[in-house]
């Protein structure tokens, strides 16, 4: 906790430590990992609305007469395809088909693309489009401009509309609008990574502080609490959602991570298209799945996995689940027996504890 | 904060002594570290400890923990309210939710253990 100066801090940084939250260094960031705990952080994303710092996330802007074809160049899904306010989930590969990030791909107009990227990636990911960059477009880094809160929950958009005069409810999932937030210019999204409905937004650095107390004070009636990332990774992990750094980084294909459905190949020549499908031709030799422990024990990031006494795999992230009750995780295993309802052994500290595949999400909100 | 009646760890494990037996738990600071405790593994009961080893794990949403064993000896009794609530760890460290007993086979090692105030100055600094 100490040597704080070396660690990058978000605008909202005194604030959490007003709150009392406990600071961790995440990727280089300081950021807080949680408030009041986990668990009951977890549960009022679920049941009522929680609110998230999630400016350590980078933002790159792609401009000009071939943003589309640059964005459709480097991204894996059909960016050109996404109308004017609409967004998805996409993939920056490598030409190898390994992931330089898992990122979101905002359309703002037909020569402007607005990317929101991961926190420890963004430099990386910044030079790598600039390095695939042969369009008439321009790519520009411009984290330092944005500030991005996270308002998850039933709750969510219920708080956030007390704020705006934008209607929300006629922004549907993954769509977005600028609007203005608590008197200041906002991107709206209808985006998260919860697996709860909300918002998130994106706002100007020195705007930070008054609108994260307006979005606490409006929440106040729903019982919102400020959340850390230790339960942003709980109710992703609830929701099935990737982690880079866990279940996808430069060695893992999008094939391999369940991911098939970022990959556009019938939109034109992108980067990792040709590896892609050479291995969907070749078959992929691994797969991601889901688990529950069915013994005692937590599975953890980096844990082996065995079937029948043999090594098959390791564990991408795990956890226990507030929502389900159960220590659930997702693996890689030999994509020969990648199927749900089979018997694996998770090695807990050199023990192996018993465990079995299931569907993903863990989670699903009732609509 | 931290009863003076008890003896510290470097490792964040205390030891209260009655006779020849050890009552061990976690301290305040170290279940504030972990966050919310969700799981307790500890030794069977006969098992042989070393102070300073390996004599369980506490795991909370976030990570996973080693115990070290504060004193040797043998574990006679594992705290039975810990298996359904392992919260009570975070909730009261210092009581209720003690870990293990353990029958001292050295008790001249206590001597090596912190105070409570030496204990508080070595937090203190850590932070």
Partial sequence: MAAASSLRATPLNSRHRALGAKLVDFGGW??????????????????????????????????????????????????????IGQAH???????????????????VAEDH????????????????????????????????????????????????????????????????TDGVVA??????????????????????????????????????????KPCGLGARNTLRLEAGMALYGHEI???????????DWILKFDKGDFVGREALMRLKASGIKRQLLGFEMCGRGIARDGYEVYIGGAPAGWVTSGSPSPTLNKNIGMCYLPAGCAQ???????????????????????????? | M????????????????????????????????????????????????AQGATAGSVESVKAVSDIYAPVSGQVTEINPVLADAPEKLNEDPHGEAWLMKIKLSAPAEIGKLLSAAEYQKYIEAEK
Wanted: net charge negative; with cysteine.
């Fill in chain 1, 249 to 259: 980084d430069a060695s893992i294909s999008p094939l391999e991570a369940g991911l």
């Fill in chain 1, 113 to 176: 693309y607005f990317l929101c990227v991961n926190a420890s990636n963004q430099e990386k990911d910044f030079a790598h489009i600039c390095e695939m960059n042969h369009f008439d477009a321009q790519a520009e880094l411009v984290s330092e401009r944005y500030v991005q809160l996270a308002i998850q929950g039933p709750k969510g958009p219920a708080t956030l509309q007390k704020l705006t005069s934008v209607d929300l409810s006629k922004i549907r999932y993954y769509w977005f």
């Fill in chain 1, 89 to 107: 989930y996409s993939g920056l590969l490598y030409s190898h088909g390994g992931f330089v990030d898992d990122i979101l791909v905002h359309k």
């Fill in chain 1, 340 to 367: 749900t309802g089979l018997a694996i052994q998770i090695m807990i500290r050199n023990q192996p504890v018993d465990a079995v595949t299931v569907e993903t999400p863990f989670y699903k909100r009732a609509k």
């Fill in chain 2, 2 to 49: 931290y009863p003076e009646n008890f003896r510290y760890t470097k490792e964040h494990e205390w030891v209260r002594v009655e006779g020849d037996i050890g009552t061990i738990g976690i301290t305040d600071h170290a279940q504030q570290e972990l966050g919310d405790i969700v799981y307790a593994d500890l030794p069977k009961p006969g098992t042989s400890v």
């Fill in chain 1, 183 to 224: 008197g200041a210019p906002a991107r709206i999204a209808h985006t998260g990574y919860t697996g709860e409905d909300g918002f998130e937004i994106y706002i100007a650095p020195e705007e930070a502080e008054r609108i994260w107390n307006a979005v606490i004070e409006a929440g106040a009636e729903f019982g919102i």
């Fill in chain 1, 30 to 83: 300081e950021m807080p990992i949680q408030y009041s705990g986990i668990i009951e952080e977890h549960q009022t994303v679920r049941r009522a609305v929680g609110l998230f710092d999630v400016s350590h996330m980078g933002e790159i802007e792609i401009r000009g007469a071939e943003a589309g074809q640059l964005a459709d160049f480097v991204a894996t899904n059909y960016a050109r395809k996404l109308k």
